[in-house]
């Protein structure tokens, strides 16, 4: 009897343990890092889970440091993941590149499907009309802001236009090769970063 009593009271101890320490290993697991092209390997996987990558950044948002984008430190990979800025994320700065940085976010995912090109290339074919208040000087207002911007400098906007459906041709021929009927943009909602140790 006292040897059952022995058992029962290990046996309580190593669950009370287990119990205890199961959460821990979970986030020690979720924490480990993994290179670019693990990560882009396997998307289903991953998309809408934290993760924690470890890449070089190749690129840093010059302008206000919002995002960067990653590759493999080796460099036995081209392949590149964008990484934006999230609420409680520090900014990058343009002396990270070349640098090996661990980032932890969330992963996320794109798709872009023929109807969703068809809907931006008709928004801008056929634009609609400014959705602004025109208290300041009636309907046909020559104070309007959206006026002005377009009036400033007509060839820069139909430039801007010509570059945005060239993309979109860009993105039909990449979408036909594509077996999925979709084409996949990932990217991480940055957490936090630090340079890889």
Not at 4 to 28: K, Q, V
Not at 57 to 67: E, I, R, T
Not at 81 to 104: H, I
Request: include cysteine; glycine fraction near 6%; hydrophobic fraction near 40%.
């Amino acid at each position: 009897m006292k040897q059952n009593h022995c058992l029962l009271r290990a046996t309580s101890a190593a669950l009370l343990s287990l119990l205890i320490l199961a959460p821990a290993l979970r986030a020690d697991d979720a924490a480990k890092p993994v290179t670019v092209s693990q990560l882009l390997s396997a998307i289903d996987t991953h998309v809408g889970k934290e993760v924690t990558v470890e890449g070089m950044a190749v690129w840093v948002c010059p302008h206000m440091g919002c995002k960067a984008q990653l590759t493999d430190a080796d460099g036995a990979s081209k392949q590149k993941l964008l990484v934006s800025q999230g609420a409680k994320m520090d900014k990058f700065t343009t002396e990270l590149q070349g640098d090996t940085l661990r980032v932890t976010g969330i992963f996320r995912e794109r798709r872009v499907t023929a109807a969703d090109l068809d809907a931006q290339e008709a928004a801008i074919k056929n634009p609609p009309p400014a959705a602004h208040d025109h208290a300041h000087g009636g309907a046909d207002c020559a104070n309007c802001p959206d006026k002005k911007a377009a009036a400033a400098d007509p060839e820069k906007a139909a430039k801007a236009r010509e570059n945005q459906l060239a993309q979109i041709a860009k993105q039909r021929e990449m979408l036909a090769k594509s077996s999925k009927g979709y084409l996949s943009f990932v990217s991480i909602e940055g957490e936090k970063w630090a340079r890889a140790e």
